[in-house]
């Protein structure tokens, strides 16, 4: 399993978002922390970039991925909501897709035949 | 279909490959035009980018993905290999699989539901 691939999977969405790893990443942060400075300290971004990240993806849903009513500016608690819950989940399953694809054990294979000997 | 998403997907390998859309394309237009060069003319990218591509793909397998034997320092045919023809596919595969996956289309729907209305 050592040979597994890292997978970077980024969707850009005809709405103009782009949904990826880090934002995927930062909601399940957020959901684990439940707060969004805690969730981007964790992840080695400023509160700054994790709050504007967030409004980026709640301004693109008809409903917001991050509730974040009872923080305030610099803190407080944030929750994910059922959409994003959703959203994380259908992303994570897209995730799996690929890693559990045949295709990408062939491809895996065509690399490693040669690697495997160094 | 207009709604439907863009896709990035980039494999990073153990072996230290990355392997995306880039990639792709370069092997797919290689393939179509049969020459290095003009793949990378039609892609918008340099005979030096385009070349360095190559050579990175092609000490990474165990056997080269595009045989340029053909051509000199600036020209010169080149071809995909049998197994570039496989990687190349393999990944069309995988791109494939997403974009046709019910995961996607639960985003696109969730996403769809407010912006429809603009």
Known sequence: MEND???S???HFA???TFGRGKADLLQAIAEEGSISAAGRR????YRRAWALVEEMN????KPLVDSSRGGAKGGGAS????????LAEYRALEALLRDSSQLEALR????????GK
């Open 59 to 62: 301004s693109h849903f008809p």
């Open 5 to 7: 691939p890292r997978l």
């Open 109 to 116: 294979h065509a690399l490693s035949d040669v690697n495997d």
């Open 43 to 46: 992840l080695g971004m400023s």
């Open 15 to 17: 709405q103009g978002l």
């Open 80 to 87: 994910v909501t059922e959409l994003g819950a959703k959203v």
């Open 9 to 11: 999977l980024r969707l």
